[in-house]
């Protein structure tokens, strides 16, 4: 990596053993469980809707979105920014901010294949891992 590429920072979360990041820009707030009103006929991955200062938010499930196995933990909630509105995605942790490099970016990886392939831009390499970028507006697109 040279010292003089353009980086960018992400938040970053997990889902099962999935690192995702989205620009900190498209983050409005992170937040502890919250609770939940079920929405009858709603897409498969909507978990419900949340209440945040008086604003009614819809909340995806990840896991869901993605196919893979729920689980009993409390899901923390990312609020971001989509398109002019509000939407909370569930995630198992969240992580830190960090910062990355234009030159670590790659497209997906071949060994990703079916609904997270679906749902991100491409990786960044990290030391010890990859850092999947999420197409947010593709993500919440395919939820609904």
Avoid at 7 to 16: K, S
Avoid at 62 to 81: K, Q
Wanted: proline share 8%; net charge negative.
């Amino acid at each position: 990596m040279r010292p003089d590429t353009p980086t960018r920072q992400l938040c970053t979360f997990q889902v099962d053993d999935l690192l995702f990041g989205i620009p900190v820009e498209s983050v409005r707030e992170l937040m502890k469980p919250q609770p939940m009103t079920r929405v009858p006929l709603s897409g498969h991955a909507v978990a419900g809707l949340i209440n945040i200062r008086g604003e009614i938010v819809t909340a995806l499930d990840v896991r869901r979105r993605l196919g893979l196995a729920g689980t009993e933990a409390p899901s923390m909630n990312v609020v971001l920014f989509v398109r002019d509105e509000l939407a909370s995605v569930l995630v198992d942790k969240i992580g830190d901010v960090v910062e990355v490099h234009d030159d670590q970016f790659e497209r997906p990886p071949e060994t990703l294949r079916g609904s997270v392939r679906e749902v991100i831009r491409g990786a960044y390499k990290l030391p010890n891992r990859l850092l999947l970028l999420l197409d947010v507006p593709r993500f919440v697109e395919g939820c609904c």
